[in-house]
């Protein structure tokens, strides 16, 4: 057991932490468009010096990172708080799905455009009527000569307007079992039969998008991993997502933590700061704990995915243990605000709202405790 | 021993709820929160003022129903149950102060307008760093004696740009009245989390004011009627939340059953169960005390305000879990309930204040 | 809307308080056949002047009290620290449900020696292999002539050995669905084919017994309800003994916090006493609201059942809601105590163990919010 | 960076884990509970002895395997899965107290027969009066310099009567060796929650003892090293209640279906995943925080001790309502895990006691 560097692993985060210091762009411009563009154009400068796709093979342009270096990636990306890529999706869940399940003519076609960011990828797999149930979607592919044409409704997507690809998974064979007669394609994004409409969450953003498809078209050539193979090829997408992301969302737990804890110390209540006060104070040492724990549970599921080559128990339970944690420490804020907390007067009003899509988004949490019951315990499978 | 509503409590329980339901439907709601400048119409106002609520807790020597708090919490519940976005609780707050002034001549001079409905006020009472004290103010009068004047500034102060007067509260307890116009007062909107319920930055520099002669026990009862009030709206809003969370629940299939057939959704929604009627039981007692039992209202109305806070929050919240995404979305109308919900938990006194309030006065 | 009592409740209470005040027999001594004695006693005083059965008719030597009236005994008794009358299933249970269920003949035979404690009751429901599924029950009954031989075995069965008679459910027509085919008998204790043993709890006290009947006879006469009749019949037991012990359950929490409070400001910690430590003092706030809520929605439920008949949805919620309250009160005490919790130093240690089975015992949580999910709100079943 | 055991430390895990399954069979464990006297045989210690635990912590100077914080995590996580009573622990706590006086004298007399297993330790800290706090005592001690003694009463001392030595603490920190045999000292048996562990009260009168010069920070650390080891302890004891739960889960038939099958039953077993391997994540960095990284392992050892002791109650209490009635009865064998989850969160400092020291440390 040792919770140290090893020396190869702290010369890959000196190296990047200096870049990162050398090469921050500074805060993002206001305003969606500008933002946009900034990200884009960080993602270039990320893609020039090698750290675009850092978990990727060499061969297709990454960086061949371990997963110790993955998880050091994003740690100090967050920590520096660099921007994040803009083709967030094409580099966490597209590239890694092409390079696992497409053909060697995709490889050469995909890979290098989500690197340099100059192809957006979004993410075409909820609909409204199957939110847990992905299997159950409805989305039809028909096949007409080698073109697929179809039709339906797509739902929590995002980037979808500055996407050039969407990963879609569609029913091309109605009779099958519902795991089966799905198709996993790669949907040009720039065609007429494709509209996108924004979707405003409760925190009044529209971060996702719905996808509304009348009869878009598909080259054939343009399916991932075979006709009717799409139920493991979005599997593969989603635990690209959850693993990738588990780092990110550690850290950025840490980073919030610390920032309650200054407006802790830093707001005054009955003459001393909510700090000081017995119940403020146990609860944010609570969260001090929760949070550690989730950083290294973290650690530990790394470790065990490299020996083991999958994840252990412990890798299971981020996603739902951070949805727990980030939804009481943004209601610990508003408790610390006092009357305050009527008002939209900080960043907390809006991390409070958003934090209540965390059990939901990605896997509900009551279905990740199902995954957990069945797949780790052994428990008998209710459906 | 009857722990129901009288006749004519039911009466006036279903006339709100249909008159609610009639006037104030999602869209409506919707549009009130996001495009009404104000957050409701004169013709809203004119329709419950037709309806007596203005006056429901006036005396009648003021012109007023003189009716209870349990009438009070009765309308309150059925508003919550509603969301509708009305200036109804702002004014009632003030009411309940001026009522309390008792035989005090600014209050004999308001109260008749305020039955009416044709004279609006609110309540200002948090300062700008205002603690977790709902009544705590540090605003200590200028001018002369007879002719105070009042600089500082309020926070949160509801409905204030459409108010009539402002009670505000200062230091040791005192109240003041100032009147919408007043010089130096100034009043600018703020975003608040509840976009159904309008909040204000109240400024004043050296703004004239009537003070209220409130004593120390007629005061804290206003206020406990006011935070028992809240606490209705919350019970309210619980009650449509676990309705909309029951309803869904039953329709939405996943897995090729209703959800609502999973314990993972059932049993949150029975969850939801015990804590709405819990609040509306406590709830209607602290009413119930405030109108026949002074010596244990202090209590209620703290035990009240705590528990019917939480359960509005964790209600609303839990139904948002079982709307899943659809819940999150700002076209679902779930999200304005929840909203009130949190907002509800910190007016007057977060749930971990008053329960601090219950700890002192049960002996703890 | 009247929280307050009515002239004549009010009356029906002093006339109770200052009865109790005059004949109240003191602790109870040392020991568990003195201790049985001294509650058999004290039910004959009790019967003697009236007081016991006050929930039954008149007319078969009850009180014939209102539902407030059977609160404000319950209250009364509860305030009052008397002992509990000694055959508390067959007031609670056994005798209403032969008054709702049982024959002209039953009631003359089986009612009086009930009030009296000549005849202990007990109830034999509960199977080791059926315990939330109580109409799994596997115990069979065999007709031979005007006699039934059962055989099998059941649990948690209080008083047992004192009991003369048992409220036995066992399963007569093995071919009928699991619901149909049970019936409802009433057999003697006293014979050598019921086998008596008594079952250690993690309290270490022996509470409750299991039965093993190896071929026991009933006689035809001894079926309540008619043969085949036992589920409707066993249900208005189970209903008699919620809403009986709804009203005892909640004073009981009220006087435990009250002495959980004394304990709270008799501790010392760090120089101050627990009571004015902020968390305790939160804690305890909100067991005392809890407790409030508690003994408000009983209340909120017995109107509403004398006004409609049947419970409003409030009155679901007392049994589960107290589990909750009186395990949360129960582990506050051990968190006061602080190093103390180690040793059983004083009542709190059984407390706290025993209560670990309020969540089970007469149904358990989970049970009980299936229930309120299915009949109250309407959700779809399950199974 | 590589979070798991060496090939080293899966070999004591292994080693461990067999010995004990081997001896500790549940009606091993229930005899040694309910019927022998000290709670273990002689023979069990020689055993134990022989597999060279008692020496795990003392260094090789004095005549032991000088192993680590994390060697000593990885047997004490056995010895809780297998609940094995045993005077371990309390061995291991003088041992760590011992080994922190360093060059001290009567350290240096003593630690070789601890390291074999012939003089056993325990350790006494709480006054009959104390608060939450793991170390606090007013013991001050009598006599002439250089010739202590000691007058004062300790609580809930483990294995006190089969104890050689008595380690005692007193005011500032102080502590103090005591032999069993001195004159004054009374050790009498207690009624303990947990009945897998013997507790006693010390009282000592006048009693000689020998002071230990104890630097702070390494007394700080045997303290950190015990609390680490008793919340390894509590994650064996969560593991093995989460096993006996599912299993139980998988088995037990309902309504015609495993319980397990509801989510009612197998949603609060993934929660007690949850809860154990979180437990073990942070008990694992505290023991290796001690052994390499001195700065943070105060920080480390109070999360670990706050976090296991809260898991293990919380496992264990849920694995009892999955099982039903039959977990209830003291003929099964979950209460045992139960009483020692509940004691370990009281002993030395209960979980909010270290969560007040994670804020200290962590700056909150």
């Known amino acids: 057991m040792d919770l140290t560097l090893s020396p190869q692993e702290e010369a890959f ?130 096949r007409h000569g080698d073109e697929w044409v179809v039709t339906g409704q797509k739902v929590w997507t995002t980037l979808a307007h500055h996407a ?27 065609q007429d039969a494709v509209q996108v409409r924004p979707l405003a969450q409760i925190t009044g953003e529209a971060e996702f998008n719905e996808l509304f498809l009348e009869e878009a078209r598909i080259p054939h ?7 009717g193979n799409g139920w493991p ?102 408790d610390i605000a006092g009357p305050q907390a009527l008002l ?40 | 021993m009857n722990f129901d509503l009288t006749d004519d409590q039911r009466a006036i329980q279903r006339t709100a709820g249909e008159f609610l339901a009639a006037r104030y439907k999602p869209e409506e709601l919707r549009r009130l929160a996001l495009e009404e400048e104000r957050g409701f119409t004169d013709e809203q106002w004119k329709a419950i003022a037709e309806l007596g609520w203005p006056g429901l807790v006036v005396s009648e020597a003021h012109g007023g129903l003189g009716l209870g708090i349990v009438e009070l919490v009765v309308v309150q519940e059925q508003l919550g149950y509603a969301l509708a976005p009305t200036p109804f609780l702002s004014d009632v707050g003030a009411a309940l102060l001026l009522e309390a002034g008792g035989e ?70 005192r109240h003041f009245v100032v009147d919408a116009g007043a010089s130096g007062l100034e009043i600018e909107a703020t975003e608040a989390l509840d976009p159904t319920r309008r909040l204000y930055s109240v400024s004043l520099s050296e703004t004239p004011a009537r003070e209220l002669s409130l004593a120390p026990e007629a005061r804290r009862r206003a206020y406990e009627a006011l935070t028992t009030a809240l606490a209705a709206e919350s019970v309210g809003v619980a009650q449509r939340a676990m309705e909309m969370a029951t309803e869904y629940a039953k329709e939405r299939q996943q897995f090729g059953r209703p ?55 964790r209600v609303t919240a839990a139904a948002l879990q079982v709307h899943g995404g659809i819940g999150f979305t700002f076209e679902h109308d779930l999200h304005f309930f929840l909203k009130r919900a949190r907002a509800n938990l910190h007016a007057f006194g977060d749930s971990r204040w008053h329960r601090r309030r219950v700890a002192d006065l049960a002996g703890v």
């Open chain 1, 13 to 142: 985060r000196d190296e990047l932490r200096g870049w990162l210091d050398e090469h921050h762009p500074g805060a993002e411009p206001e305003g969606d468009e500008a933002g946009f563009e900034f990200r884009r154009s960080w993602q270039k400068t990320l893609h020039q010096a090698g750290w675009a796709g850092v978990s990727w093979p060499k061969e297709y342009g990454g960086r061949g990172a371990s997963l110790i270096e993955q998880a050091i990636y994003n740690e100090e990306v967050t920590r520096a708080k660099a921007p994040a890529a803009v083709n967030v999706l094409g580099l966490a869940m597209g590239g890694p799905t092409v390079i696992a399940h497409g053909s060697e003519e995709q490889r050469k076609r995909y890979l290098e455009p989500i690197l340099s960011a100059e192809e957006i990828w979004c993410q075409g797999f909820s609909e409204p009527e199957s939110g847990s149930d992905l299997a159950s979607l409805k989305t039809k592919a028909e």
């Open chain 1, 164 to 190: 050039k690809w969407c990963m879609l998974v569609a029913r091309t064979d109605p009779d099958a079992p519902k795991h089966q007669g799905l198709t996993y394609f790669l949907m040009d994004m720039d």
């Open chain 1, 221 to 227: 050539a343009n399916i991932v991993g075979g006709e």
């Open chain 1, 233 to 334: 090829v979005a599997i593969t997408t989603l635990m690209h997502e959850r693993a990738t992301l588990a780092f990110g969302l550690q850290i950025q737990v840490k980073i919030a933590l610390g920032e309650l804890m200054e407006k802790a110390r830093s707001t005054t209540v009955n003459g001393g700061s909510a700090a000081e006060d017995e119940i403020i104070r146990d609860r944010l040492a609570q969260l001090y704990i929760e949070s550690e724990v989730l950083r290294l549970n973290a650690y530990r599921g790394l470790t065990h995915t490299m020996k083991h080559g999958v994840p252990g128990p412990e890798g299971s339970l981020g996603k739902w243990q951070w949805a727990d944690v980030n939804q009481a420490l943004t209601e610990l804020a508003l």
């Open chain 1, 344 to 383: 939209r007067s900080d960043d907390w009003t809006y991390r409070f709202l958003r934090a209540r899509a965390n059990s939901i988004e990605g896997g509900t949490t009551e279905i990740l405790k199902n995954i957990v019951a069945e797949r780790v315990l052994g428990l008998p499978r209710l459906r």
């Open chain 2, 104 to 173: 005090d001549e600014t209050a004999a001079e308001y109260l008749p307008g305020v039955a009416t409905g044709e004279r609006r006020g609110t309540v200002a009472v948090w300062d700008a760093d205002a603690g977790w004290s709902p009544t705590h103010s540090a605003l200590v009068p200028g001018g002369e004696d007879g002719q105070p004047t009042l600089t500082g500034t309020k926070v949160a102060v509801a409905d204030a740009a459409a108010a009539d007067f402002i009670v505000v509260s200062g230091a040791d307890g």
């Open chain 2, 259 to 313: 959800i609502g057939a999973y314990q993972a959704i059932s049993h949150p929604c029975a969850q939801m169960l015990l804590e709405t009627e819990g609040a509306r039981s406590v709830t209607l007692y602290a009413a119930w005390a405030l109108d026949h039992e002074p010596d244990t209202s202090q209590l209620a109305a703290a035990m009240a305000k705590s528990y019917a806070g939480e359960a509005g929050w």
